[in-house]
Nanobody, 125 residues
Framework: QVQLVESGGGLVQAGGSLRLSCAAS????????MGWFRQAPGKEREVVAA????????YYADSVKGRFTISRDNAKNTVYLQMNSLKPEDTAVYYC??????????????????WGQGTQVTVSS
C-alpha cells in the first residue's frame, strides 16, 4: 500500500506562485510513475503534469506549459509541482497520484493506482 500526502496549497493572487509537495510512503518510490491532477467544481479530473520514475521525462498539459514545473527527489520520496504565474482558472483541488513499477509517463488518471487526499489551490483575480 502506498500513501500519498499533499501539502502546499492555499490562496494566492493572480500572478503569484505556489509549490505543492507530495510525500509518498514505500521503499520503492524510485520505481513509481507520478502525476499531478486537478479537479475544479463541476469539471472532470484532468492531468496537469506527469514525471517518469527517474525524472528524466516529463509531460505538461498545454494550459500549464511554461508556468508549472514537476520534479521529484527520490531520496526524499517526494514529488513537487512548482506553479508560477498562477491564473484564476488554475483554481482547483490538486491531487498527486502514483503507479508503482512504471517506467513511463502516465497521463490518464485511470492508469494510477494510488491517490492523495488533495490540496486546495485558489487563485484570486
Amino acid at each position: 500500500q502506498v500513501q500519498l500526502v499533499e501539502s502546499g496549497g492555499g490562496l494566492v493572487q493572480a500572478g503569484g506562485s505556489l509549490r505543492l509537495s507530495c510525500a509518498a510512503s514505500g521503499r520503492t518510490f524510485s520505481s513509481y510513475a507520478m502525476g499531478w491532477f486537478r479537479q475544479a467544481p463541476g469539471k472532470e479530473r484532468e492531468v496537469v503534469a506527469a514525471i517518469s520514475w527517474s525524472g528524466g521525462n516529463t509531460y505538461y498539459a498545454d494550459s500549464v506549459k511554461g508556468r508549472f514545473t514537476i520534479s521529484r527527489d527520490n531520496a526524499k520520496n517526494t514529488v513537487y509541482l512548482q506553479m508560477n504565474s498562477l491564473k484564476p482558472e488554475d483554481t482547483a483541488v490538486y491531487y498527486c497520484a502514483a503507479r508503482p513499477i512504471a517506467t513511463i509517463i502516465l497521463r490518464s488518471p485511470s492508469l494510477y493506482d494510488y491517490w492523495g487526499q488533495g490540496t486546495q489551490v485558489t487563485v484570486s483575480s
